[in-house]
C-alpha cells in the first residue's frame, strides 16, 4: 500500500526547501502515525530485516552471562536497572534473563527497563517478557530511568538512530570545508539528495570525528548526532551510580567515509527514497567516533571489537555444545545459527561490541 508519508514528506520540502538527512530519517522511522516502526513489527523471517537475537536464543544467552558478571563488577548492587534501548520484540531480553536466572541473587536484584519508540513493539515486549518473574517497566528516554546502578544494552539500535551527511568540498578549509547534502526534490518532483553548496552549520562541524581530518575532496562523513546525547545522559547516570553501557551494532572500527544510509525491504536493500515509511532505514555506526565522544566526556571506553571474538570470549562456542547435547536433532540449525553469528563473511566481523563504563570498574568481560 502506496504510504502517504511520501507526499508529506514533499510537501514539508515545497514549504520549507530540502530537509537533513536526519530529518528525513526521523521522520521515515518515527512518524508516529505513518512512520516505519510505530506502524508494524518488522523483525524476523516474516519481515524485513533479522538480527543476532533473533537468529539464535545462544546470542542472548551469553550475553545474560555477560550481565552477570558485570553486576558482579559493580559490586552486587541489590538493585539493579537492567535497561535495553531499541529491544525489538524482546527476545534478546528473555534470553539474557533466562540464562542469567542461574544466579538467583542477580535476578532477584534485577528491574528492567525497555527503551521503546514504537507502540507496535512495546506491545509485542510486553508479550514475550509476560512470565519472565522480574519487573518489567517502560520509559520514553533513557533520562527517565530511575536512578541507581545501572547496566544499559542495544543492539542494533545505533544503526536506526538518524545520522547527517556532510561532503568535502575544500580539504584545506577545515570546518568551512564542509557542506551538507540534504534531500529535496527533482525537476520530476522525486525525492533526491542535493548538495547545500554553502559551508553547513557549525553545529554540524563542530565536533566532527579525528578521521575526518584525513577527507579528500567530494568525500562524504556520516555523523550522528544523537550519540553525544547518550554520552551526556550516561554521564550524567554515572556521576552518582556506577554503569556499563555496551552496544552491538555494524560499523567499522575507525572512521570511513562514503554514503551508507541503506533501506531494507523483506530483506533486501532498495532505494533510500523508494518507499518512505515503509523501509527499514539505517547507517553504519562510526565506532571511532562515538569511542572518541565517550572518551572526552570522561567514560571508560574499550575498543570496538569483532562480534565473533566478543562472543567467544563470552562462551558461545560452548555453549553451542551443550545446546545440541540437549537438542541433538537440531544438530545442523545451531550450527548454521553459530556459524551466521560468528562467520567473517555473515555478522562476525562487520559487527562490533564496544562498552561505555563508569571509571573505575573492571575491564568488561569478553572486552579485554
Ligand atoms: N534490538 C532488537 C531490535 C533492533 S531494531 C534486536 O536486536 O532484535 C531497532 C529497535 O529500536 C526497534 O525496536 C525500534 O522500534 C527501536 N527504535 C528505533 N528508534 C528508536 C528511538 N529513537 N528510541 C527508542 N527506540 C527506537
Known amino acids: 500500500m502506496p504510504n502517504p508519508l511520501e507526499e508529506k514528506l514533499k510537501n514539508r520540502i515545497r514549504e520549507a526547501g530540502p530537509m537533513s538527512v ?23 523471517a516474516d519481515g524485513d530485516f533479522i538480527t543476532a537475537p533473533e537468529i539464535s536464543q545462544m546470542f542472548g544467552e551469553v550475553l545474560g552471562l555477560w550481565c552477570v558478571q558485570s553486576w558482579i ?13 531499541g529491544p525489538g520484540r524482546g527476545i534478546m531480553m528473555s534470553d539474557m534473563l533466562r540464562a542469567a536466572a542461574l544466579d538467583p541473587a542477580f535476578k532477584s536484584a534485577v528491574q528492567v527497563w525497555l527503551i521503546e519508540a514504537s ?45 547527517q551527511q556532510l561532503i568535502c568540498s575544500d580539504p584545506f578549509a ?29 553545529i554540524l562541524t563542530d565536533r566532527l570525528p579525528e578521521g575526518a581530518s584525513d577527507a579528500r575532496k567530494d568525500d562524504l562523513l556520516e555523523i550522528c548526532p544523537a550519540v553525544a546525547q547518550i554520552v551526556d ?19 567499522p572500527e575507525t572512521t570511513e567515509f562514503g554514503d551508507t544510509l541503506q533501506a531494507l525491504k523483506r530483506h533486501e536493500k532498495v532505494g ?34 569483532p562480534q565473533r571474538e566478543f562472543l567467544s570470549k563470552l562462551g558461545i562456542e560452548m555453549r553451542a555444545v551443550s545446546l545440541t547435547k540437549s537438542k541433538p536433532d537440531a544438530k545442523a540449525v545451531i550450527a548454521r545459527q553459530l556459524h551466521r553469528l560468528m ?24 572486552l579485554r
Open 119 to 163: 507502540a507496535a513493539l512495546e506491545a509485542v515486549q510486553g508479550r514475550t517478557l509476560a512470565n519472565t518473574n522480574v519487573p518489567v517497566n517502560w520509559a520514553a528516554r533513557l533520562e527517565d530511568v530511575p536512578a541507581g546502578p545501572a547496566l544499559i544494552i542495544g543492539n542494533e539500535f545505533l544503526d536506526c538512530l538518524p545520522i
Open 22 to 44: 536526519v530529518e528525513y530519517m526521523s521522520v521515515c522511522l518515527l512518524d508516529p502515525v505513518y512512520g516505519y516502526y510505530p506502524t508494524r513489527d518488522p523483525l524476523g
Open 174 to 202: 577545515g570546518k568551512d570545508g564542509w557542506v551538507e547534502r540534504r534531500v529535496g526534490l527533482d525537476d520530476e518532483d522525486r525525492l533526491c539528495f542535493i548538495r547545500i553548496d554553502v559551508p553547513a552549520p557549525t
Open 272 to 305: 533510500v527514497f523508494s518507499d518512505p515509511g515503509n523501509t527499514d532505514l539505517t547507517a553504519r555506526v562510526d565506532f571511532a567516533a562515538l569511542g572518541e565522544v565517550a572518551k572526552a566526556a570522561g567514560l571508560d571506553t574499550t575498543r570496538a571489537i
Open 73 to 85: 563488577d559493580l559490586g552486587r548492587p541489590e538493585t539493579l536497572h537492567l535497561v535495553e534501548l
Open 343 to 366: 562467520a567473517d563473511d555473515e555478522m562476525g566481523e562487520l559487527f562490533k561490541a564496544i562498552c561505555l563504563s563508569s571509571p573505575d570498574l573492571p575491564t568488561p568481560l569478553g
Open 233 to 251: 545522559t550516561l554521564v550524567q547516570r554515572f556521576a552518582d551510580h556506577p554503569g556499563r553501557a555496551l552496544f552491538i551494532d555494524y560499523g
